[in-house]
């Protein structure tokens, strides 16, 4: 029966569909909303099937868990909207369902919505799916081992296709005798793979249509690496490593057989015929303990695995592995029917030559991306040459690479290959044309600002020092730097030096400088750039093609540190750290075992007379911690001290750099490490500013300190809307398991004790003792820190420093713009002022300019030096401003988002009523209020008396030595 639509615009439809339902979701829209969108008519049987088996894998499905999760008022809508809806799904789309979600939809179908509504029976199911190492087998099958099993039939709990899905990657694909060979490790989540027995794998490759398929040659391998890496407790993967070869030939007669039957068509159609590329997909199955489960072969390792090297079997014939842009592994026999052979520059135009083996063609056209050119085509003995011509100013206004195409008339159209031809770049002013390969060795035209691109990587002999060097011809003869882009937003840049089209720069991955102090690089992965003065862009750095065979890509170790230069995606370089761990330390098993057995029969042990200082989980050196432990020195406290320390933060000073003499320095360990977890279950002392890992649990004979890390202005624990939802959330009974070890927690004032007894439902003893922080703002030697401050931040000593120390918002985390107009401060404030940026460390971190008038300061160690040498600060909801109240010097309250932050997080403190400086709402307000300063102290000055006398009565200076004598003695 006719529909009136094709194929293709039902399949158009139907993805239209499935989009619509997914961007519904993850803008958050009511589930009703989303309801609608998957039960609209007009969609074919088939249609609706595929429609459904998505949405309730998918983006449905996560919005059922989620409803499920968040209490009976939200399970008793869902319930209400989805019964109907699933009475008229296909039972074969049900079934082919993941098996939480499989008995989810059976109690909805099977059982009534009071029960399942106020029970706990769809909470618990979810709750268990998060953990896929639950598996059992009985007989030859396996089964998932979710909450009632008793009472629901056993079919419901079988693992399906939808269960078994490999997890894979690939650490090598190289060739060795003209072999491919594969290497990496493959596994079902939660099925153990400790030996050879009952463990088989087969790499098998799958071809077009009725190609006979090619089974590898593979053999299991032990891999321990793979168990490290697992995300699945208890569950072991040492033999889960395979090896998987190929022979060419295997694919080359099944490539010849498809050529045949394709020639034969043409030739039918008097065409003649064509080479073409076959591609094969490659596929692992694996058989573990009685399983069976099919799968792609994806993830590549970082590095040389992405970009693996092709064999030219025969003239112009290639076997090349490719990676697909879902990282699946894909293998294709490729003929060259278009190689480049030349490109230069030439007045306004780019000419491109080409050649066409074997065929003799008169006429065609090429192709570049979308767009269709005319060209010369000229049959010469062993085949046709072309020649085209590009336009440069055509090229530069493209911002895109785009692939290069011939279409010799009634030949399909012939991808362009670099072939033995060398790689172009043609400078154009500070623009340049580049016609370069992919990594499958196609030739793509691009335009773009001159970029820096790297020749040679070398490491220092300790792995410390990375030196690149490289060509950038860039005309400019303003000084260049690199710049190290972390994905939180912090950077660091490190001056190029440059002679001629040459240039070089040294990292100091193990001592990057920030603000005069030496610090490792953080864990993660640094993205390198240039910045361009002219152009106030970002230009990337990449690697030259011709120096990726032989670039040193292996990882260096360094005091603890893991650092490594890889080349990823193809030509692009970064730069990797991450912190060195014991392989009994890696991975959810070590974890489990630290927290399960390790930390247990630590807290069995006698307690040392130590105390453990953890700031911020490890990531500073900094506030009412670092205080308590100077002042402790300065006493001469003989005891050991620990300092937990993330990711190489910091390294905290002893008694000798304090001033304070001759001593031992401190001991450090690495947070997450067993000596993090024998210090926390040992030392009698702890005193921390922010919560401790979950995992710890105070002792009785331990004494907790809490000094928390700032009088609260926005709501904070309990007083969260999410806090009390029905059922607590996780962070709930976290919080209250904490709270209970806590023996005394710090109060800056008789306002804040009641606030921070409630937020965290704490009981025990409150010390109303200011916080020792602050203390040094009222110290008598203030203004000689405070010229040592200037001195390491490089300001000058009469400038009037001004300090834009905002709050985070949970629902604009990612955003990194700055409401305040940087360039319309430095207009009107003009010369005699400094503006600092200390963005939140739970913000994503701005994009400060480097000119000379604002500072990027949000990475500064601890914001009490900066309180120091600020002279006028700006902030919204900060704690700070409890803080800088102890100065008397001005405050600026930029509120631009007052009502929809006081809507969304909520506040303890009225604003508008009694904030000690006026409240704007934009930045020409607020720049303008600094601009007039004197004035508005003026105008304040009685309210920022009563705001101090309420707010910070006990930082009087005398704040640390209260602290330490009531608790040390």
Excluded at 15 to 23: C, F, M, N, P, S
Excluded at 94 to 99: F, H, M, N
Excluded at 570 to 596: F, H, N, S, T
Excluded at 602 to 622: F, K, S
Aim: a positive charge.
């Amino acid at each position: 029966m006719a529909t009136g639509a094709t194929p293709e615009r039902a399949s158009r439809d139907l993805g239209d569909r499935i989009r619509a339902v997914q961007d519904l979701c993850d803008r958050g829209e009511p589930l009703e909303a989303v309801m609608a969108a998957v039960r609209e008519e007009g969609l074919s049987a088939a249609d609706r099937r595929r429609l459904d088996a998505e949405a309730l894998a998918g983006p449905l499905g996560a919005r059922i868990d989620t409803a499920i999760r968040r209490g009976t008022a939200r399970r008793r809508e869902m319930l209400t909207l989805l019964t109907p809806y699933l009475g008229t799904v296909d039972p074969a789309v049900k079934r082919a369902l993941p098996v939480a979600r499989r008995v989810v939809l059976h109690l909805i179908e099977s059982r009534e919505l009071a029960e399942l509504a106020e029970g706990d029976a769809l909470t618990k199911v979810v709750a268990a799916a998060a953990e896929p190492y639950r598996r059992v087998r009985k007989g030859l099958r396996w089964y998932a081992d979710l909450p009632l099993r008793g009472e629901l039939p056993d079919e419901l709990y079988r693992l399906r296709q939808a269960d078994l899905v490999p997890v894979t990657q690939i650490d090598d694909i190289s060739w060795i005798d003209g072999r491919l060979r594969v290497t990496g490790h493959a596994y079902l989540a939660g099925l153990s793979v400790r030996g050879r027995r009952f463990n088989r794998a087969t790499v098998v490759l799958r071809g077009p249509r009725w190609q006979p398929s090619v089974r590898l040659r593979t053999r299991r391998t032990f891999r321990p690496e793979a168990t490290y890496g697992a995300h699945e407790l208890g569950c072991n993967y040492d033999w889960s490593g395979f090896t998987a070869e190929l022979r060419p030939w295997t694919l080359r007669w099944r490539s010849w057989l498809r050529g045949v039957a394709r020639g034969g068509r043409r030739l039918l159609r008097r065409r003649p015929a064509v080479r073409d590329t076959t591609t094969w997909r490659a596929e692992i199955v694996i058989w573990s303990r009685g399983a069976r489960a099919v799968g792609l072969l994806r993830g590549p390792a970082l590095g040389r695995t992405e970009r693996p090297q092709g064999l030219e079997v025969r003239p112009r014939w290639w076997v090349r592995p490719v990676w697909t842009s879902d990282r699946a592994l894909q293998v294709v026999l490729q003929p060259y029917r278009a190689e480049l052979t030349g490109v230069s520059l030439d007045g306004d135009d780019a000419r491109l030559r080409v050649f066409l083996p074997g065929r003799q063609v008169n006429k065609g056209h090429v192709r570049l991306g979308g767009h269709r050119m005319s060209a010369d085509f000229t049959p010469v003995a062993s085949g046709t040459e072309v020649a085209f011509a590009l336009s440069t100013q055509s090229l530069l206004a493209e911002k895109d690479g785009r692939r290069l195409w011939v279409e010799p008339k009634g030949d399909p159209a012939a991808t362009v290959m670099l072939g033995a031809a060398e790689e172009f770049r043609g400078a154009i002013g500070d623009r340049e044309i580049t016609v370069l390969s992919d990594r499958r060795d196609r030739v793509v035209v691009s335009a773009h600002r001159i970029r820096p691109v790297i020749t040679g990587a070398s490491w220092s002999a300790d792995g410390a020092a990375l030196v690149l060097e490289g060509r950038y011809p860039d005309p400019g003869a303003e000084e260049r730097a690199l710049t190290l882009r972390h994905r939180t937003g912090l950077t660091y840049r490190m001056p190029l030096s440059r002679d001629g089209d040459r240039f070089t720069v040294r990292l100091d991955a193990a001592a990057m400088p920030r603000f005069g102090e030496p610090v490792p690089l953080m864990s993660g992965t640094w993205h390198l750039s240039v910045f361009h003065p002219t152009a106030r862009e970002s230009v990337p750095f990449r690697v030259d093609h011709q120096a990726l065979a032989a670039l040193d890509e292996a990882p260096r170790v360094h005091d603890g540190r893991r650092y490594q230069f890889v080349s990823t995606r193809y030509d692009v370089p970064v730069l990797i750290a991450a912190e060195e761990k014991p392989d009994d330390e890696k991975g959810m098993a070590g974890v489990y075992a630290l927290e399960r057995q390790f930390y247990p029969a630590q807290r069995r042990e006698p307690l040392r007379e130590a105390t453990v200082y953890v700031a911020y989980d490890g990531r500073q050196y900094e506030g009412n911690v670092r205080a308590v432990y100077e002042e402790r020195l300065r006493r001469g406290d003989g005891g050991e001290h620990i300092w937990v320390v993330k990711d190489g933060a910091f390294v905290p000073p002893g008694p000798a750099e304090l001033g304070y003499g001759p001593g031992e320095r401190p001991s450090v360990v690495r947070a997450g490490s067993r000596e993090h977890y024998a210090a926390l279950a040992r030392s009698r002392y702890v005193v921390t500013n922010s919560f401790l890992p979950p995992w710890f649990r105070a002792r009785d004979d331990q004494t907790i300190v809490q000094t928390w890390h700032g009088t609260p202005v926005k709501r904070v624990g309990n007083d969260l809307p999410h806090m009390s939802r029905d059922p607590r959330p996780p962070v709930w009974h976290r919080q209250a398991a904490e709270v209970r070890g806590w023996d005394l927690l710090l109060s800056q004032s008789p306002w804040a004790t009641p606030v921070l007894r409630k937020a965290f439902g704490y009981q025990g003893e409150v010390l109303e003792g200011g916080y020792p922080r602050n203390d040094v703002l009222v110290a008598p030697e203030r203004d000689e820190l405070a010229a040592g401050v200037r001195r390491r931040l490089g300001l000058a000593e009469d400038a009037k420093v001004v300090l834009y120390a905002p709050t985070y918002r949970d629902y604009d985390r990612k955003n990194t713009s700055l409401r305040l107009n940087l360039v319309q401060a430095r207009t009107i404030l003009g010369e005699g002022h400094e503006l600092l940026i200390r963005a939140h460390s739970m913000q994503a971190a701005p994009v400060v300019p480097d000119d000379g008038f604002s500072h990027d300061v949000t990475t500064y160690p601890d914001i009490t030096d900066l309180l120091l040498i600020t002279d006028v600060l700006i902030t919204d909801y900060s704690s700070v401003m409890f803080d800088f109240a102890a100065t008397g010097r001005p405050m600026i309250f930029f509120a631009y988002d007052l009502d929809r932050f006081a809507a969304k997080r909520g506040v303890y403190l009225d604003i508008a009523e009694e904030a000690p400086g006026p409240v704007l709402a934009t930045s020409a307000q607020v720049i303008q209020a600094v601009k007039g300063i004197d004035g508005i102290a003026a105008e304040y000055a009685e309210r920022y008396e009563n705001f101090r006398r309420a707010y910070a009565p006990r930082d009087d200076g005398k704040a640390t030595r209260r602290l330490v004598d009531h608790v040390f003695g």
